[in-house]
Structure formats: structure tokens, C-alpha cells
């Protein structure tokens, strides 16, 4: 009996295997590269069954003269070449992907580390980077070695305070960066049907922190209804009997809020024993924390209220953007004292929008606080969105109430 | 594949960003990306590695996909690295941009002279023979071309 990842690629652990991918995308900065690539490969046509995407959301828009005019080749080819483009604005290539593109059982391989974030939907993606992407364009294959699977056993609900981001925490925490290298995380358990799709990207998200190859849930009803909403139809997919290398497990009435401390994913600490630490910025927002269901979730802490320190909110998407600004969300968030970037990745990558300056620490509800990543001599620590949201109005790290 | 240089000692869990930090990423320059590779780590070291043998800690490579992380590495003149683990996605660009890796577990003393034999799965630590793992035929093809963009350019 196969684990997920098995059965989509079709071969046993530890096999290599060359594999046709359904969909390949790359986003400004890694595609620049991989454009310079493919010109060097001498190639000139690209694949004819894979579906290929460019979008501008790392560094968008372009902070300067050199980044714009590497942008400006990178768009034309894109457009020239009839890969499906997204340009600044339209939001973060996983939130995008996630919105009605990838469907169960698809082989996916993104230019960035945090493609993995689209296993929530029953497919194998993962990150690759740039070169590997222009040999897709240029082949429409790629070559992949089977990953074993760790369990992520998921039970019970979430009680307190705690969200999705607190238990992604909480097993990165666990399995350490490199707990999971070269295998694939698999989130089971009873646990998992009451996840919303918003919820299991931010698990999946957090794979590759533990060094995962890819993060994936099994697409069951509510899968199959979020993908319909959008036009979609898609199958569940029926959990085998497997083996896998571990198999942790979380019951989610356990979790407490949780902060990541600089600089590094795995060292966690309840969230109460920061209490009190001074902030200088607090960043809602990325692929792991910017979709609508996260700024509906600040909207409702910070409404009515003053944020205590700066405060930025990048929604990952367009669309998302468009939902807040319909529902009063944003208007609430703004109200409050919040300030809006962006649709994209905004300055989790220290590119801009929010660098940080020597000394400063930010609560960030990104996925990495590694040294100087924001900014050289500044400090990051990791939260849930109600962590982030609770810490700005004190300016300080500050616990969540439950909802 | 051969190769030999001067072990430089490194520790475990370098990230990328560490490799080569966001702040260098506007640029194609390559000669930007040798020249502050590490620099997080130690603004130094950089002009230490021109036929060295970086020999490192588990996870080397981990975060983010950023190839500039294995070119930068490269370009600074790093023969190959050797660590006990790689995370998955540099191990992939190295390859790719033609950097030797070598997963093993070794003492490091810096300056230790050593030679290595990708084909064969050996290295040699200032004269002592260690087995290594050896990477799949199609790595070692990629390799020996010079890079993923070279073994495409002779395939095609």
C-alpha cells in the first residue's frame, strides 16, 4: 500500500523517477534566473503539456532600476512565450496557484521553497530552483527521488487561542529543520476534516521548514467543495494503509500560541513566556498568513482599537485585497492604525516594503526568521495572526485571548 | 569526478540566507554574489575559499531556493562541499550549477588538505581514506558537464 506521495508518482520510496509536471511556475526573482538559463540552454520552445506561470510578487513592485529592468525582461518573455503572467499586484504565485488552479493528484513544482504550501490540495509540489525550472520549460519533465513520509497524526479540535500557524509551529518545533530533509510530510487523523483549505496551506507551508520535500494533505469533501466554488471538480482521495518513517501526534485541543525566537524556525516557545518583549514592527501577511480568513482574523482583535507600533498587512492576493475591502475588513484594519502593502510577498524577504534597521524585532507571521533575513542586525520572531494581532495593540509580544 | 583543495570548517544549519542574503538578490552579477557570499556568517571568509573545500555541518544549504546560494558558493572558487546532509533543494541547484557535493560525515581541521573521487566514493582527509556515498550516474553526468544548463545544451 502506497503513501500519497507514492501513489502520485506512481513508484516506491526511495526510486528515481522522471516524472511529466502538470504545472511549473516561477516567480520574479528566481525566474530571472531561469531565463538567463534557458537562453544559455540554447532553447527556444517551450514544453507543450505543461502548464507554465510567472508571477511578479518578491520584489513587487520593483524597488529600483535594476530590479525593474530585469522585471521588464522577465514580463516580456513571459508574454511572448504565452506562460500564463501575473503581474505586480495580483498577489503571491502559492496563494494563486491555491486559488483554483491545482487540483488533487497534480505533479507541481514551483522556483521557490514554499511551493510545498500547495499539498494542501492532494498534489505533490515542491520547490525547486531556477535552472531545474528552465529545464521544465524546456522538457516539461523533471527528475524526482520518491520521499519516504513522516505522519503528522492531527486529532481533536483547536480550543483556545491556538491556530493552524501555532500547530505548524508546534511539529517544526518538533521534528526540527532537518527532521523531515529528503521526505514528504503527510497530515492524517481525524483531525484534519474540520480544516479549512486556509488552514492546511499554512501546515503544508511550514513543511520545508522541517526540511520537507513536499507537505500534503488528503483531498477529501472539503477539498472537493473549495475547488468547486472555483469552478473546479475534483475527486477525494481514500487514504491507504502505508508505512511511514514517523508518525508524531498532535491533538489540537493541546495547542497553545506559540512564537518561533530568532533565528530559527525550530526554537519555539510558548508565547507566554515572551510576553512583555518590546516590538518595533508587527508584519501580517506572505503565504503563510495573508489570506482573507487571517485579515478577517486581525480585523476582529484590532477593530475599534489603536495598534501600539507600526503595522503592516500585506494580503497574499488580489483578490483577497478585494474581499476585504468588501466586507470592511480592510477598512477596519486601517482604522486601526494598520498600514497596507502590496498584494505579494511583501518584506518577509528584507527585499523592501518593511526592512528592518539595526537592533529593531519584529513579530512576523511570515515562515523563516532567519539572522538578518528582514534586514541586517534585526530580530525576528514567529506568530499566529491573533498572536500578531493581540502583540500590536500593546507593542510588546503579548497572548492571544480566545476567540 | 577529482578534485582537491583546503578544508574550510563550517558549522551545521547554514541557510541560504546565509549563503547569500536577500539584499544581494537584484542583481545577475555573479561577481556580487562571490564576493559577499557568507557574509552574515563572516565578511572574511569569502576571500578564503578560492580552492577550498568547504567541509560543513547537517543541513547545509537549508531555506530558501535561491540558486545565487550554489552559484555564489561556486563562483567564490569552493572545489566542492561536504556535509553530512543537504537540504534537498540546494543539493539539487548545486548539481545544477556544477558544484561537487559529498555527503559525509568528516573531521574538519582548517587548511587539511583534501582529495576527492565522485566516481569511485572516496575522500581523502590530509592522506586518510574515507568511503562516501556516491551521487546517481545522471548527477555525476551533470556534473562532469559543467552544470544542468551545459548537459542541455549537448542533449538537446
Given at each position: 500500500?502506497?503513501?500519497?506521495?507514492?501513489?502520485?508518482?506512481?513508484?516506491?520510496?526511495?526510486?528515481?523517477?522522471?516524472?511529466?509536471?502538470?504545472?511549473?511556475?516561477?516567480?520574479?526573482?528566481?525566474?530571472?534566473?531561469?531565463?538567463?538559463?534557458?537562453?544559455?540552454?540554447?532553447?527556444?520552445?517551450?514544453?507543450?503539456?505543461?502548464?507554465?506561470?510567472?508571477?511578479?510578487?518578491?520584489?513587487?513592485?520593483?524597488?529600483?532600476?535594476?530590479?525593474?529592468?530585469?522585471?521588464?525582461?522577465?514580463?516580456?518573455?513571459?508574454?511572448?512565450?504565452?506562460?500564463?503572467?501575473?503581474?505586480?499586484?495580483?498577489?503571491?504565485?502559492?496563494?494563486?496557484?491555491?486559488?483554483?488552479?491545482?487540483?488533487?493528484?497534480?505533479?507541481?513544482?514551483?522556483?521557490?521553497?514554499h511551493s510545498v504550501t500547495l499539498g494542501a490540495f492532494g498534489a505533490f509540489a515542491t520547490g525547486?530552483?531556477?535552472?531545474?525550472?528552465?529545464?521544465?520549460?524546456?522538457?516539461?519533465?523533471?527528475?524526482?527521488?520518491?520521499?519516504?513520509?513522516?505522519?503528522?497524526?492531527?486529532?481533536?479540535?483547536?480550543?483556545?487561542?491556538?491556530?493552524?500557524?501555532?500547530?505548524?509551529?508546534?511539529?517544526?518545533?518538533?521534528?526540527?529543520?532537518?527532521?523531515?530533509?529528503?521526505?514528504?510530510?503527510?497530515?492524517?487523523?481525524?483531525?484534519?476534516?474540520?480544516?479549512?483549505?486556509?488552514?492546511?496551506?499554512?501546515?503544508?507551508?511550514?513543511?520545508?521548514?522541517?526540511?520537507?520535500?513536499?507537505?500534503?494533505?488528503?483531498?477529501?469533501?472539503?477539498?472537493?467543495?473549495?475547488?468547486?466554488?472555483?469552478?473546479?471538480?475534483?475527486?477525494?482521495?481514500?487514504?491507504?494503509?502505508?508505512?511511514?518513517?514517523?508518525?508524531?501526534?498532535?491533538?489540537?485541543?493541546?495547542?497553545?500560541?506559540?512564537?518561533?525566537?530568532?533565528?530559527?524556525?525550530?526554537?519555539?516557545?510558548?508565547?507566554?513566556?515572551?510576553?512583555?518583549?518590546?516590538?518595533?514592527?508587527?508584519?501580517?501577511?506572505?503565504?503563510?498568513?495573508?489570506?482573507?480568513?487571517?485579515?478577517?482574523?486581525?480585523?476582529?482583535?484590532?477593530?475599534?482599537?489603536?495598534?501600539?507600533?507600526?503595522?503592516?498587512?500585506?494580503?497574499?492576493?488580489?483578490?483577497?485585497?478585494?474581499?476585504?475591502?468588501?466586507?470592511?475588513?480592510?477598512?477596519?484594519?486601517?482604522?486601526?492604525?494598520?498600514?497596507?502593502?502590496?498584494?505579494?510577498?511583501?518584506?518577509?524577504?528584507?527585499?523592501?516594503?518593511?526592512?528592518?534597521?539595526?537592533?529593531?524585532?519584529?513579530?512576523?507571521?511570515?515562515?523563516?526568521?532567519?539572522?538578518?533575513?528582514?534586514?541586517?542586525?534585526?530580530?525576528?520572531?514567529?506568530?499566529?495572526?491573533?498572536?500578531?494581532?493581540?502583540?500590536?495593540?500593546?507593542?510588546?509580544?503579548?497572548?492571544?485571548?480566545?476567540? | 569526478?577529482?578534485?582537491?583543495?583546503?578544508?574550510?570548517?563550517?558549522?551545521?544549519?547554514?541557510?541560504?540566507?546565509?549563503?547569500?542574503?536577500?539584499?544581494?538578490?537584484?542583481?545577475?552579477?555573479?561577481?556580487?554574489?562571490?564576493?559577499?557570499?557568507?557574509?552574515?556568517?563572516?565578511?572574511?571568509?569569502?576571500?578564503?575559499?578560492?580552492?577550498?573545500?568547504?567541509?560543513?555541518?547537517?543541513?547545509?544549504?537549508?531555506?530558501?531556493?535561491?540558486?545565487?546560494?550554489?552559484?555564489?558558493?561556486?563562483?567564490?572558487?569552493?572545489?566542492?562541499?561536504?556535509?553530512?546532509?543537504?537540504?534537498?533543494?540546494?543539493?539539487?541547484?548545486?548539481?545544477?550549477?556544477?558544484?561537487?557535493?559529498?555527503?559525509?560525515?568528516?573531521?574538519?581541521?582548517?587548511?587539511?588538505?583534501?582529495?576527492?573521487?565522485?566516481?569511485?566514493?572516496?575522500?581523502?582527509?590530509?592522506?586518510?581514506?574515507?568511503?562516501?556515498?556516491?551521487?546517481?550516474?545522471?548527477?555525476?553526468?551533470?556534473?562532469?558537464?559543467?552544470?544542468?544548463?551545459?548537459?542541455?545544451?549537448?542533449?538537446?
Amino acid at each position: 500500500m502506497s503513501t500519497l506521495s507514492e501513489r502520485i508518482l506512481n513508484a516506491p520510496a526511495n526510486e528515481y523517477v522522471d516524472r511529466k509536471v502538470d504545472r511549473a511556475f516561477a516567480c520574479d526573482g528566481t525566474g530571472m534566473l531561469a531565463l538567463e538559463a534557458w537562453k544559455n540552454m540554447g532553447a527556444s520552445h517551450l514544453a507543450d503539456e505543461t502548464e507554465f506561470s510567472i508571477f511578479f510578487d518578491h520584489i513587487a513592485p520593483a524597488n529600483n532600476t535594476t530590479t525593474a529592468t530585469l522585471q521588464h525582461e522577465l514580463r516580456e518573455f513571459a508574454k511572448s512565450s504565452f506562460m500564463n503572467f501575473s503581474d505586480v499586484g495580483c498577489g503571491i504565485c502559492h496563494q494563486l496557484m491555491g486559488e483554483g488552479a491545482v487540483l488533487p493528484g497534480e505533479i507541481v513544482i514551483g522556483a521557490d521553497s514554499h511551493s510545498v504550501t500547495l499539498g494542501a490540495f492532494g498534489a505533490f509540489a515542491t520547490g525547486v530552483g531556477a535552472t531545474d525550472m528552465a529545464a521544465i520549460w524546456l522538457t516539461g519533465e523533471t527528475w524526482l527521488r520518491v520521499p519516504e513520509s513522516i505522519a503528522i497524526h492531527i486529532e481533536g479540535r483547536f480550543t483556545g487561542a491556538a491556530e493552524a500557524k501555532d500547530l505548524a509551529l508546534a511539529y517544526v518545533g518538533e521534528l526540527g529543520t532537518d527532521g523531515a530533509t529528503y521526505q514528504a510530510l503527510e497530515f492524517v487523523g481525524e483531525g484534519v476534516k474540520d480544516l479549512s483549505i486556509d488552514e492546511r496551506m499554512v501546515l503544508s507551508n511550514l513543511s520545508v521548514e522541517a526540511g520537507a520535500k513536499a507537505g500534503l494533505f488528503y483531498a477529501d469533501d472539503v477539498t472537493v467543495r473549495y475547488l468547486r466554488e472555483r469552478g473546479q471538480n475534483a475527486k477525494p482521495q481514500i487514504p491507504e494503509t502505508c508505512t511511514y518513517t514517523r508518525e508524531p501526534e498532535f491533538d489540537l485541543s493541546d495547542i497553545v500560541p506559540l512564537v518561533a525566537v530568532p533565528h530559527r524556525v525550530d526554537t519555539v516557545k510558548p508565547v507566554d513566556d515572551l510576553a512583555g518583549l518590546p516590538l518595533d514592527q508587527v508584519f501580517v501577511g506572505t503565504c503563510t498568513n495573508g489570506r482573507y480568513s487571517d485579515l478577517a482574523r486581525l480585523a476582529r482583535i484590532v477593530k475599534g482599537k489603536k495598534v501600539a507600533v507600526r503595522t503592516i498587512v500585506v494580503p497574499a492576493s488580489a483578490s483577497v485585497l478585494t474581499q476585504a475591502i468588501k466586507t470592511g475588513v480592510l477598512a477596519d484594519i486601517v482604522e486601526a492604525g494598520c498600514t497596507v502593502g502590496t498584494p505579494g510577498c511583501g518584506p518577509c524577504l528584507g527585499a523592501h516594503m518593511g526592512v528592518l534597521g539595526e537592533e529593531e524585532v519584529c513579530l512576523s507571521t511570515a515562515n523563516r526568521n532567519f539572522k538578518n533575513r528582514m534586514g541586517v542586525g534585526g530580530e525576528i520572531y514567529l506568530s499566529s495572526v491573533a498572536t500578531a494581532a493581540a502583540s500590536a495593540l500593546e507593542g510588546e509580544i503579548t497572548a492571544p485571548e480566545v476567540a | 569526478m577529482l578534485g582537491e583543495g583546503r578544508a574550510v570548517c563550517l558549522p551545521a544549519d547554514i541557510d541560504t540566507d546565509i549563503v547569500i542574503a536577500g539584499r544581494y538578490l537584484r542583481t545577475k552579477d555573479r561577481s556580487i554574489w562571490a564576493s559577499h557570499v557568507f557574509e552574515d556568517l563572516d565578511p572574511a571568509l569569502a576571500h578564503r575559499l578560492k580552492g577550498a573545500v568547504i567541509v560543513a555541518g547537517k543541513n547545509f544549504g537549508c531555506g530558501s531556493s535561491r540558486e545565487q546560494a550554489a552559484i555564489a558558493i561556486r563562483e567564490a572558487g569552493v572545489v566542492a562541499v561536504i556535509a553530512p546532509t543537504f537540504a534537498r533543494i540546494f543539493f539539487r541547484n548545486a548539481i545544477n550549477v556544477g558544484l561537487p557535493l559529498i555527503e559525509a560525515d568528516l573531521p574538519c581541521n582548517d587548511g587539511n588538505i583534501i582529495k576527492f573521487n565522485l566516481a569511485q566514493g572516496f575522500v581523502e582527509v590530509s592522506g586518510k581514506r574515507h568511503k562516501v556515498r556516491t551521487l546517481s550516474p545522471r548527477m555525476q553526468e551533470i556534473l562532469s558537464a559543467g552544470g544542468l544548463v551545459d548537459y542541455w545544451r549537448k542533449h538537446r
